[in-house]
């Protein structure tokens, strides 16, 4: 099947500082890919979707210059949390779509201090 | 806008016993996705139904979609230790993205 990488798994960092995850589609291209937020025991909140070749669209509530996404072609997208608070820490999960079928990277946890 | 809600939130069963979660979309769906994700990881896809009425297996696990296809289940026949975790269904809205339910985490007792 497809597969979904995410880098880094798991990132601790001190307040303030910024944040960057990798989403890559590995064996297929992807001109669209999801980025999803999970608390602890709750289910996947959309944050937002990132289009290759265009800005991505941002859910209602999601800042857009604090949760910067870049996609930077049709195997790579970028999620950067900027200015990370404590309030962040969660698990941030990419997913990216191959017919019918979302495929998702395995996570990475961010802790902020 | 869209919402898709799942009943229980929560099962505890002891091995052996069946296992039955609920989807429910406040739209009509064009297909209905379910996801396993287990303790510490990330959503898998299990399958997808597309038809109305449709019922597909996969060994233990029976998936149904509605008549109306606006509401789904997954029955679990004789849990095993190994079917804990949280299972997911997802409704397509526009633009390939997926709406999820808020999950049944599901317990077992060995």
């Known amino acids: 099947g497809a597969v979904v990488s995410q880098h880094p798994s798991w990132v601790i960092c001190k307040s303030g500082t910024s944040v960057k995850i990798e989403c890559r589609s590995l064996?297929?291209?992807?001109?669209?890919m999801f980025w999803y937020r999970q608390f602890p025991k709750q289910s996947l909140m959309l944050m937002a979707t990132?289009?290759?070749?265009?800005?991505?669209?941002?859910e209602q509530g999601v800042e857009k210059d604090k949760f910067l996404i870049n996609h930077a072609s049709l195997t790579l997208s970028t999620l950067t949390v900027t200015s990370a608070h404590p309030e962040d820490s969660s698990f941030y999960i990419c997913?990216?779509?191959?017919?019918?079928?979302?495929?998702f990277g395995p996570g990475t946890r961010l802790l902020v201090l | 806008g869209q919402q898709v809600m799942q009943i229980p939130q929560y099962q505890h069963v002891q091995e052996g016993e069946d296992f039955t979660t609920y989807c429910n979309s406040s739209?009509?769906?064009?297909?209905i996705q379910w996801y396993k994700q287990r303790p510490g990881g990330h959503p898998v896809f299990l399958i997808q139904?597309?038809?109305?009425?449709e019922v597909k297996k996969q060994k233990r696990l029976t998936f149904q979609f509605g008549e109306a296809k606006k509401n789904s289940s997954l029955h679990i026949t004789a849990t095993q230790t190994t079917d804990v975790g949280t299972y997911f269904c997802?409704?397509?809205?526009?633009?390939?993205?997926?709406?999820f339910g808020g999950g049944t985490r599901l317990m077992v007792k060995p």
């Open positions: 139904l597309v038809k109305s009425g």
């Open positions: 739209t009509t769906l064009s297909n």
């Open positions: 997802a409704g397509p809205n526009a633009g390939n993205m997926l709406t």
């Open positions: 997913s990216a779509p191959r017919q019918v079928t979302q495929y």
């Open positions: 990132s289009n290759e070749g265009s800005k991505a669209t941002y």
């Open positions: 064996d297929f291209q992807a001109t669209t």
